[in-house]
Protein backbone atom coordinates (compact mmCIF):
# COMPACT_ATOMS: atom_id res chain seq x y z
CA UNK A 1 0.00 0.00 0.00
CA UNK A 2 1.54 3.32 -0.86
CA UNK A 3 1.80 6.13 1.16
CA UNK A 4 -0.59 8.43 -0.03
CA UNK A 5 -3.22 5.13 -0.09
CA UNK A 6 -2.68 4.83 4.02
CA UNK A 7 -3.41 8.29 4.10
CA UNK A 8 -6.64 8.28 2.42
CA UNK A 9 -7.48 5.41 4.62
CA UNK A 10 -6.98 7.07 7.80
CA UNK A 11 -8.55 10.06 6.62
CA UNK A 12 -11.29 7.89 5.58
CA UNK A 13 -11.36 5.94 9.44
CA UNK A 14 -11.71 9.44 10.99
CA UNK A 15 -14.55 10.42 8.84
CA UNK A 16 -16.27 7.57 9.54
CA UNK A 17 -15.61 7.72 13.58
CA UNK A 18 -16.43 11.70 13.36
CA UNK A 19 -19.83 10.86 11.47
CA UNK A 20 -20.29 8.46 14.56
CA UNK A 21 -20.61 11.54 16.78
CA UNK A 22 -23.72 12.17 18.24
CA UNK A 23 -25.25 14.99 20.14
CA UNK A 24 -28.05 13.98 23.06
CA UNK A 25 -30.44 15.96 24.59
CA UNK A 26 -31.10 15.87 28.85
CA UNK A 27 -34.31 16.38 29.86
CA UNK A 28 -34.79 17.78 33.26
CA UNK A 29 -38.31 15.55 33.67
CA UNK A 30 -37.90 12.59 36.37
CA UNK A 31 -39.63 9.85 34.71
CA UNK A 32 -40.93 6.50 35.49
CA UNK A 33 -40.91 2.80 33.60
CA UNK A 34 -44.20 1.35 34.84
CA UNK A 35 -45.46 -2.59 34.20
CA UNK A 36 -49.29 -2.60 33.48
CA UNK A 37 -51.00 -6.29 32.61
CA UNK A 38 -52.01 -7.04 29.11
CA UNK A 39 -54.79 -4.75 27.92
CA UNK A 40 -54.39 -2.35 30.73
CA UNK A 41 -56.50 0.80 30.43
CA UNK A 42 -54.04 4.11 30.89
CA UNK A 43 -54.49 5.14 34.38
CA UNK A 44 -55.18 8.91 34.97
CA UNK A 45 -52.11 9.01 37.02
CA UNK A 46 -49.75 8.73 33.47
CA UNK A 47 -48.74 11.98 32.75
CA UNK A 48 -47.52 13.29 29.73
CA UNK A 49 -43.97 14.61 30.33
CA UNK A 50 -40.95 15.92 27.49
CA UNK A 51 -41.59 11.70 26.54
CA UNK A 52 -44.60 9.62 27.12
CA UNK A 53 -45.24 6.31 25.45
CA UNK A 54 -47.29 3.23 25.65
CA UNK A 55 -45.96 -0.03 24.50
CA UNK A 56 -48.93 -3.06 24.06
CA UNK A 57 -48.07 -6.65 23.80
CA UNK A 58 -49.90 -10.28 24.49
CA UNK A 59 -47.87 -10.39 28.12
CA UNK A 60 -47.87 -6.36 29.28
CA UNK A 61 -48.19 -2.99 28.62
CA UNK A 62 -45.78 -0.71 29.50
CA UNK A 63 -45.63 2.74 30.29
CA UNK A 64 -43.42 5.31 30.20
CA UNK A 65 -44.25 8.61 31.66
CA UNK A 66 -44.00 11.36 34.21
CA UNK A 67 -43.02 9.61 37.77
CA UNK A 68 -44.38 12.02 40.19
CA UNK A 69 -47.41 10.56 40.33
CA UNK A 70 -46.78 7.33 40.02
CA UNK A 71 -48.52 5.09 42.78
CA UNK A 72 -45.94 3.40 44.99
CA UNK A 73 -47.49 0.03 44.47
CA UNK A 74 -47.04 0.24 40.89
CA UNK A 75 -44.57 -1.74 39.59
CA UNK A 76 -42.13 0.55 38.71
CA UNK A 77 -38.57 1.94 37.99
CA UNK A 78 -37.85 5.36 38.70
CA UNK A 79 -36.81 7.75 38.79
CA UNK A 80 -35.53 7.62 35.01
CA UNK A 81 -33.49 10.54 33.31
CA UNK A 82 -34.18 10.39 29.41
CA UNK A 83 -31.23 11.56 26.72
CA UNK A 84 -32.80 11.87 23.45
CA UNK A 85 -30.52 11.45 20.32
CA UNK A 86 -30.50 15.03 18.45
CA UNK A 87 -32.38 14.31 15.08
CA UNK A 88 -34.16 13.46 13.28
CA UNK A 89 -32.41 10.41 12.67
CA UNK A 90 -32.77 9.13 9.48
CA UNK A 91 -33.86 5.48 9.86
CA UNK A 92 -31.44 3.81 7.32
CA UNK A 93 -28.90 4.02 10.12
CA UNK A 94 -27.26 1.37 11.63
CA UNK A 95 -25.02 1.18 14.75
CA UNK A 96 -26.74 4.22 16.84
CA UNK A 97 -27.70 2.56 19.86
CA UNK A 98 -24.96 0.36 19.92
CA UNK A 99 -22.40 3.20 19.14
CA UNK A 100 -24.28 5.07 22.37
CA UNK A 101 -24.40 2.23 24.50
CA UNK A 102 -21.35 0.46 24.76
CA UNK A 103 -20.35 3.42 27.14
CA UNK A 104 -23.03 2.68 29.70
CA UNK A 105 -22.36 -0.95 29.07
CA UNK A 106 -18.62 -0.14 29.88
CA UNK A 107 -19.63 2.51 32.92
CA UNK A 108 -22.38 -0.41 34.67
CA UNK A 109 -25.41 2.46 33.59
CA UNK A 110 -28.52 0.15 32.97
CA UNK A 111 -30.94 1.72 30.33
CA UNK A 112 -34.17 1.35 29.09
CA UNK A 113 -34.13 2.75 25.46
CA UNK A 114 -37.10 3.68 23.32
CA UNK A 115 -37.39 4.24 19.43
CA UNK A 116 -39.64 7.24 17.71
CA UNK A 117 -39.92 7.69 13.91
CA UNK A 118 -37.14 10.61 14.01
CA UNK A 119 -35.00 9.91 17.53
CA UNK A 120 -34.00 7.23 19.63
CA UNK A 121 -34.29 7.38 23.60
CA UNK A 122 -31.93 6.31 25.98
CA UNK A 123 -33.47 6.11 29.79
CA UNK A 124 -30.93 5.73 32.62
CA UNK A 125 -31.75 5.77 36.54
CA UNK A 126 -31.17 9.35 37.43
CA UNK A 127 -28.60 8.49 40.00
CA UNK A 128 -26.50 7.42 36.82
CA UNK A 129 -27.18 10.10 34.44
CA UNK A 130 -24.09 11.92 35.21
CA UNK A 131 -22.04 8.69 35.01
CA UNK A 132 -24.08 8.10 31.68
CA UNK A 133 -22.96 11.39 29.99
CA UNK A 134 -19.46 11.79 31.22
CA UNK A 135 -19.11 8.28 29.61
CA UNK A 136 -20.35 9.61 26.22
CA UNK A 137 -18.67 12.70 26.34
CA UNK A 138 -15.44 10.50 26.90
CA UNK A 139 -16.08 9.06 23.67
CA UNK A 140 -16.26 12.39 21.96
CA UNK A 141 -19.96 12.74 21.97
CA UNK A 142 -22.10 16.04 23.32
CA UNK A 143 -24.48 16.20 25.94
CA UNK A 144 -26.18 19.28 26.89
CA UNK A 145 -30.00 19.93 28.89
CA UNK A 146 -32.55 19.59 26.39
CA UNK A 147 -33.94 23.10 24.77
CA UNK A 148 -37.77 23.07 25.49
CA UNK A 149 -39.78 23.03 22.80
CA UNK A 150 -43.73 23.98 22.41
CA UNK A 151 -45.50 20.77 20.87
CA UNK A 152 -47.48 21.76 17.41
CA UNK A 153 -50.75 21.90 17.97
CA UNK A 154 -53.00 20.19 14.97
CA UNK A 155 -54.47 22.15 12.48
CA UNK A 156 -58.01 23.20 12.86
CA UNK A 157 -60.15 22.18 10.36
CA UNK A 158 -61.92 24.47 8.09
CA UNK A 159 -65.26 25.93 8.68
CA UNK A 160 -67.91 23.74 6.79
CA UNK A 161 -69.84 25.87 4.26
CA UNK A 162 -73.82 25.77 5.14
CA UNK A 163 -75.78 24.40 2.55
CA UNK A 164 -78.39 26.21 0.77
CA UNK A 165 -82.19 25.50 1.72
Known amino acids: MTEQQQSEQQETGQQEQAER ?6 FPERLAVVRLAPGSEIPAWAESSSIFSVTATATETSVVCAG ?3 PTKAVAQKPMTAFAV ?7 LVGVLAELLAPLAEANVSVFTLSTFDTDWI ?4 KDAERAAEAWRRRGHTVAPAVPVKPSKAPKAAPRKQKKK
Do not use: H, I, S, W
Open 21 to 26: LYKLQE
Open 68 to 70: RNV
Open 86 to 92: QGPLDLA
Open 123 to 126: LVPT
